[in-house]
């Protein structure tokens, strides 16, 4: 059965058309009176754009991800704007715009410091008769290599991803253009794909991280038609260009729902293809409590405002991968340095096939990873120099992380908190009488030493510390 169902999956290859021709689109025009949204909820750029564009004798509009965040009450990142006319026919009316993408051409309008971006309504369906088809093309999964097609409105709404992000908003009549329901799935809280649920994911397996993310973000339920086959269609991600699984994780990790998303992507199987490294970080209780907490961590900091370092993260969700690579180089007679330097070329080598982390991004992964033995050495000019490092700041946020996940022992992270706060004089009476740090520091083996999720942290000695 269950094989059946995975041979229908992965060997359907239905044209684009064939699900939407059956999608029944009904227009509502929602008024005013009941959505509520005022044009000046609207930026004054986005505003500008679309109100040009109508006076041009367009027409335009607020679309996606913007107007679903204002009925939900949130303050949308970025503004959209849709329109029917085409690239060259905006860039001709905005003094300050230009024209970006090769495949799909958009317009990027700026005012101040905003930047709105356009797009010509696109269709998605392969019209045989115009030879469209030639022009959408996709792969052997069904994904699309191209979506290259200017279409009505109609069919911009129907090419977009969710319902709930296929509304148009008109600010000069302050009216809600709605073909696909989606201003009912926003009341009722559901996340609904547009069309038959396993095509459009094999279009854009993205589709399906959006989908955990965006109802992470939103606090929505997916709904069960759409949750159905993510499961079975999780290892098309596999078939995405890195760079584009790269800038989703990231968006992910930065949404401030970044825990909320991880639980789900791994409930829903969706991690393998995405970050293969979390099966095996999640599945040990050390490495699971190490990733909560860093997340936590990182949610509360992002709605607060505060920044977070991509480096960092990436460091923390890799962590666990150097530990147990670098367990076994020891084991197998490596020195520990030399081991830990080599453990973190390795997983750093895995990671940038897999998910193109940025090499912008690997000096500061480096260099947290490889400050953190630094932190045992608590006697003599060491523990003195080490505060003064450029990345201080991190590696010492990264290792009391290391603490409250139970890897190191508490009292590490509270000596340091201590050293710290403290004036020189202060420093000099908290300094250990440590012999050569070095050679006291054991080898160990990761399995025995790692204690379950009910142990507490204090309880932990994994690094030889306690
Ligand atoms: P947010 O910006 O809050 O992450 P968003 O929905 O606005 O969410 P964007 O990436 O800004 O996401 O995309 C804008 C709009 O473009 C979406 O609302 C959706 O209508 C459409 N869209 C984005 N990605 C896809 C996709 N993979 N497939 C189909 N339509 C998409
Ligand atoms: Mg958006």
Same mark, same amino acid.
């Given at each position: 059965?269950?094989?059946?169902?995975?041979?229908?999956?992965?060997?359907?290859?239905?044209?684009?058309?064939?699900?939407?021709?059956?999608?029944? @689109? !009904?227009?509502?025009?929602?008024?005013?009176?009941?959505?509520?949204?005022?044009?000046?909820?609207?930026?004054?750029?986005?505003l500008k754009t679309a109100t040009t564009l109508q006076q041009a004798?367009f027409?335009a &509009?607020?679309?996606?991800?913007?107007?679903?965040?204002?009925?939900?009450?949130?303050?949308? #990142?970025?503004?959209?704007v849709?329109?029917?006319a085409?690239?060259?026919?905006v860039?001709?009316l905005f003094?300050?715009?230009?024209?970006?993408?090769?495949?799909?051409?958009?317009?990027?309008v700026?005012?101040?410091?905003?930047?709105?971006?356009?797009?010509?309504?696109?269709?998605?369906?392969?019209?045989? *008769?115009?030879?469209?088809?030639?022009?959408?093309?996709?792969?052997?999964?069904?994904?699309?290599?191209?979506?290259?097609?200017?279409?009505?409105?109609?069919?911009?709404?129907?090419?977009?991803?969710?319902?709930?992000?296929?509304?148009? &908003?008109?600010?000069? #009549?302050? *009216?809600?253009?709605? &073909?696909?329901?989606? &201003?009912?799935?926003?009341?009722?809280?559901?996340?609904?794909?547009?069309?038959?649920?396993?095509?459009?994911?094999?279009?854009?397996?993205?589709?399906?991280?959006?989908?955990?993310?965006?109802?992470?973000?939103?606090?929505?339920?997916?709904?069960?038609?759409?949750?159905?086959?993510?499961?079975? @269609?999780?290892?098309?991600?596999?078939?995405?260009?890195?760079?584009?699984?790269?800038?989703?994780?990231?968006?992910?990790?930065?949404?401030?729902?970044?825990?909320?998303?991880?639980?789900?992507?791994?409930?829903?199987?969706?991690?393998?293809?995405?970050?293969?490294?979390?099966?095996?970080?999640?599945?040990?209780?050390?490495?699971?409590?190490?990733?909560?907490?860093?997340?936590?961590?990182?949610?509360?900091?992002?709605?607060?405002?505060?920044?977070?370092?991509?480096?960092?993260?990436?460091?923390?969700?890799?962590?666990?991968?150097?530990?147990?690579?670098?367990?076994?180089?020891?084991?197998?007679?490596?020195?520990?340095?030399?081991?830990?330097?080599?453990?973190?070329?390795?997983?750093?080598?895995?990671?940038?096939?897999?998910?193109?982390?940025?090499?912008?991004?690997?000096?500061?992964?480096?260099?947290?990873?490889?400050?953190?033995?630094?932190? *045992?050495?608590?006697?003599?000019?060491?523990?003195?120099?080490?505060?003064?490092?450029?990345?201080?700041?991190?590696?010492?946020?990264?290792?009391?992380?290391?603490?409250?996940?139970?890897?190191?022992?508490? *009292?590490?992270?509270?000596?340091?908190?201590?050293?710290?706060?403290?004036?020189?004089?202060?420093?000099?009476?908290?300094?250990? !009488?440590?012999?050569?740090?070095?050679?006291?520091?054991?080898?160990?083996?990761?399995?025995?030493?790692?204690?379950?999720?009910?142990?507490?942290?204090?309880?932990?000695?994994?690094?030889?510390?306690?």
């Amino acid at each position: 059965m269950i094989r059946k169902f995975l041979r229908k999956v992965f060997s359907r290859k239905a044209p684009a058309s064939e699900s939407n021709a059956k999608l029944k @689109l !009904n227009l509502s025009i929602i008024p005013f009176k009941h959505h509520g949204i005022r044009r000046n909820q609207i930026t004054p750029c986005a505003l500008k754009t679309a109100t040009t564009l109508q006076q041009a004798g367009f027409s335009a &509009y607020i679309v996606g991800g913007a107007v679903r965040d204002l009925l939900l009450g949130l303050t949308p #990142k970025d503004f959209d704007v849709a329109t029917n006319a085409t690239p060259e026919q905006v860039y001709k009316l905005f003094r300050r715009s230009r024209i970006i993408g090769r495949r799909f051409r958009l317009v990027h309008v700026m005012c101040g410091a905003e930047t709105v971006e356009v797009s010509t309504f696109r269709g998605n369906s392969p019209d045989e *008769e115009n030879n469209h088809a030639s022009i959408q093309q996709t792969d052997q999964h069904g994904r699309l290599l191209h979506d290259n097609v200017f279409g009505s409105q109609e069919e911009d709404a129907v090419r977009r991803d969710f319902t709930v992000n296929a509304l148009f &908003y008109d600010p000069a #009549k302050e *009216e809600i253009l709605d &073909y696909l329901n989606g &201003y009912e799935d926003i009341k009722a809280k559901k996340m609904r794909i547009i069309g038959d649920p396993i095509q459009r994911f094999r279009e854009d397996p993205v589709r399906m991280l959006r989908a955990v993310r965006l109802a992470s973000k939103l606090d929505m339920q997916i709904e069960a038609e759409t949750a159905k086959p993510i499961g079975d @269609l999780a290892p098309l991600l596999q078939n995405v260009p890195p760079s584009r699984l790269f800038d989703e994780m990231l968006k992910l990790l930065l949404s401030g729902y970044a825990l909320a998303c991880v639980v789900e992507l791994r409930a829903r199987g969706l991690h393998h293809g995405l970050l293969p490294m979390l099966d095996v970080i999640l599945e040990q209780p050390l490495g699971e409590r190490f990733i909560t907490i860093a997340l936590k961590n990182t949610d509360a900091r992002i709605r607060q405002d505060k920044t977070v370092s991509p480096g960092f993260l990436f460091a923390i969700l890799l962590w666990h991968e150097v530990l147990s690579t670098w367990g076994s180089l020891q084991t197998a007679g490596e020195k520990p340095l030399p081991a830990l330097f080599k453990a973190m070329d390795q997983i750093l080598a895995i990671q940038h096939k897999k998910l193109a982390i940025p090499r912008r991004f690997d000096a500061i992964i480096q260099e947290i990873w490889a400050m953190q033995p630094r932190f *045992e050495a608590r006697s003599g000019r060491k523990p003195f120099r080490l505060i003064t490092h450029p990345r201080f700041r991190a590696a010492y946020d990264f290792m009391l992380l290391r603490c409250e996940s139970g890897e190191l022992n508490m *009292e590490l992270g509270e000596w340091w908190k201590s050293f710290l706060s403290a004036d020189n004089e202060e420093r000099e009476k908290l300094l250990l !009488n440590q012999t050569s740090p070095k050679k006291r520091k054991r080898k160990r083996s990761r399995k025995k030493s790692s204690p379950s999720l009910a142990d507490s942290p204090e309880d932990s000695t994994q690094n030889g510390e306690g």
